[in-house]
């Protein structure tokens, strides 16, 4: 994707995540808005014209599927910081599952688990590559740890699938953990 293209996803995550009154649009509890409305406010606040076909194609080229038009309504489909309902139920997770991660970071990790933290809820990877992307956004040199999600499911955590391959939960004791060496 090109730099304009990822200025413009950024601002939408910010929006669509974090941040809906900076445009002045209301999501509803599952954190979708109308289409052509989000666009207008958008172009009004940012100043820079998009339409459905650039969302389609950052939907359709990012490394990342953080975004969804389905009837005429746009959401972002995970990484919320304000609360919004899921629209999925929770699923088994494959047996293993990856979550990247700064080497200070860790060493909380390793003796709380992981947690959501300022998030709805804690985000695990399917793949290692994931997991190192994400994990080197804070971190050159990321830790990945292997999270033993189908062990922690039949135990009683949930998970929810994302079509993005990011599997969601509230939290991961330390039990379900280890350092991928």
Known sequence: MDYRMKK?????????????????VHLDPYGRVNVNLFIKKFNNHYGHPIDIPIIQKIIRNGD??????ENGQIRALYGHSIPVKLL?????????????????????????GIKK???DFAHLS??????????????????ILIVHAKLAAH???????????????????????????
């Not at 950024?10 to 941040?19: A, E, F, G, N």
């Not at 990342?64 to 038009?69: D, G, L, P």
């Open 8 to 24: 413009i996803s950024k601002r939408m995550s910010y929006v669509l995540r974090h941040h809906p009154d900076k445009i002045g």
């Open 64 to 69: 990342k599927k953080r975004f969804a038009i």
């Open 88 to 112: 999925t139920t929770n699923k088994m997770p494959p047996d293993i599952l990856y979550h990247g991660t700064t080497h200070s970071a860790t060493k909380l990790i390793l003796v709380e």
């Open 117 to 119: 933290m300022d998030r």
């Open 126 to 143: 399917t793949t290692t590559k994931m997991a190192h992307q994400v994990g080197a956004r804070r971190d050159p040199n990321p830790i």
């Open 155 to 181: 135990d009683g955590l949930s998970f929810y699938p994302t079509k993005s391959g990011i599997w969601l939960v509230d939290y991961v004791p330390v039990k379900y953990l280890e350092i991928m060496k």
